[in-house]
């Protein structure tokens, strides 16, 4: 089986700014590409996860989230990194219109993406990792039985500073960006603290 690192998208990979209704507006962090060949040279699988609701609530299509997840790929291409998956949820329960108006398995904190990842790259989450700016995400590492780290990058400064105090779960560890995460999970794996 394989070891994964799943990575949320928007202020994770890229600046966050809100939704991205256009692919002028996703700009990755500088330190991306270099983060992301630390997982790929330490043997994981890297797995974009991220929820999507600007297509439900009609800001923009599920095309132009295509277009920019080409895009990231691509940049990524040209810095020697690699995105082995993304995985994108684009509904939601209340807010949506149409088909994109539904309570979905796919929506994080629900673990559908997870399972989906699972499958399709026999991922082993017992030594897999998540990768979120949110306190949500680290709830959602956690029903999927991965391990979480939190970045300080997109809203994870403000999340950290103001309402850590009232988290019931706590992340593995806390890092400044993704290529400290990257660093960290390297080195967690490499001194086989997860192994059997």
């Given at each position: 089986?394989?070891?994964?690192?799943?990575?949320d998208?928007?202020?994770?990979?890229?600046?966050?700014?809100?939704?991205?209704?256009?692919?002028?507006?996703?700009?990755?962090?500088?330190?991306?590409?270099?983060?992301?060949?630390?997982?790929?040279?330490a043997?994981?699988?890297?797995?974009?996860?991220?929820?999507?609701s600007?297509?439900?609530?009609?800001?923009?299509?599920?095309?132009?989230?295509?277009?920019?997840?080409?895009?990231?790929?691509?940049?990524?291409?040209?810095?020697?990194?690699?995105?082995?998956?993304?995985?994108?949820?684009?509904?939601?329960?209340?807010?949506?219109?149409?088909?994109?108006?539904?309570?979905?398995?796919?929506?994080?904190?629900?673990?559908?993406?997870?399972?989906?990842?699972?499958?399709?790259?026999?991922?082993?989450?017992?030594?897999?990792?998540?990768?979120?700016?949110?306190?949500?995400?680290i709830?959602?590492?956690?029903?999927?039985?991965?391990?979480?780290?939190?970045?300080?990058?997109?809203?994870?400064?403000?999340?950290?500073?103001?309402?850590?105090?009232?988290?019931?779960?706590?992340?593995?560890?806390?890092?400044?960006?993704?290529?400290?995460?990257?660093?960290?999970?390297?080195?967690?794996?490499?001194?086989?603290?997860?192994?059997?």
């Amino acid at each position: 089986m394989n070891k994964a690192v799943f990575l949320d998208r928007d202020g994770t990979i890229n600046e966050e700014m809100g939704y991205i209704n256009h692919i002028s507006r996703f700009r990755l962090f500088d330190f991306v590409p270099r983060a992301i060949k630390i997982l790929n040279e330490a043997g994981f699988i890297v797995i974009v996860v991220t929820n999507q609701s600007g297509v439900a609530r009609g800001y923009f299509d599920e095309q132009l989230v295509r277009e920019i997840h080409e895009r990231l790929v691509e940049d990524l291409k040209i810095k020697s990194a690699r995105i082995d998956g993304i995985y994108y949820c684009p509904h939601h329960p209340q807010e949506g219109r149409g088909e994109y108006k539904k309570d979905c398995p796919c929506r994080k904190p629900k673990t559908g993406m997870i399972d989906l990842a699972v499958k399709d790259h026999n991922i082993d989450v017992s030594h897999s990792f998540m990768v979120g700016d949110r306190y949500k995400d680290i709830v959602f590492a956690k029903k999927a039985g991965l391990k979480p780290v939190f970045v300080k990058t997109g809203y994870g400064v403000g999340e950290y500073t103001y309402q850590r105090n009232e988290w019931k779960e706590e992340p593995l560890f806390v890092a400044e960006n993704l290529l400290e995460a990257a660093q960290f999970i390297r080195d967690t794996a490499s001194v086989s603290v997860f192994s059997d």
